[in-house]
């Protein structure tokens, strides 16, 4: 579920990780609407919008990525930039990152009791400003949002 001063929405996320460590998800946001993200970590390669009652929106595809880290435990860093394009197109390259502070690990199933391995948590904040908190979750690959603080839409959570 995710809570915001504008309304609750429950949107339903579907991890499905693959064999050459990147991760495929769908966020189903109503029956008319879900988005398709492939990702390595906490990068998105590629997504695309899907609507039944519009056309579809092209794929944004990453086109370069900068990527910097310390070791992966408390108190290290990492932050990314990716430049993506919409395809087919000859948009501009737009560009998305983040800047993470690498806070506690903590047993997964303590994020969400079906869940095992270890989960790290991460405080982060995007190249517009917006803040996000969250944790990686190592067993999926997958940076689930627990609290974000965007411009545009203000604070939300998700349980």
Not at 11 to 22: A, E, F, H, K, L
Not at 110 to 126: E, I, K, P, S, W
Request: glycine share 10%.
């Amino acid at each position: 579920m995710k809570s915001a001063k504008i309304g609750t929405s429950q949107i339903v996320v579907v991890i499905r990780p693959t064999m050459d460590g990147s991760v495929r998800v769908r966020e189903i946001y109503s029956s008319d609407f879900f988005v398709d993200r492939d990702m390595l970590g906490l990068v998105q390669l590629k997504s695309k919008m899907n609507s039944r009652q519009l056309e579809s929106g092209g794929v944004y595809v990453s086109q370069r990525l900068t990527f910097k880290a310390d070791a992966w435990n408390e108190g290290g860093e990492v932050s990314f930039v990716t430049e993506s394009r919409n395809v087919p197109g000859h948009d501009e390259l737009q560009e998305y990152g983040m800047k993470c502070q690498i806070g506690p690990s903590v047993e997964a199933s303590v994020v969400n009791h079906g869940l095992t391995g270890q989960a790290q948590f991460l405080d982060c904040t995007r190249l517009n400003g917006d803040l996000v908190k969250g944790y990686y979750i190592d067993a999926l690959g997958y940076f689930l949002t627990t609290h974000e603080v965007s411009k545009d839409f203000g604070d939300s959570d998700t349980t």
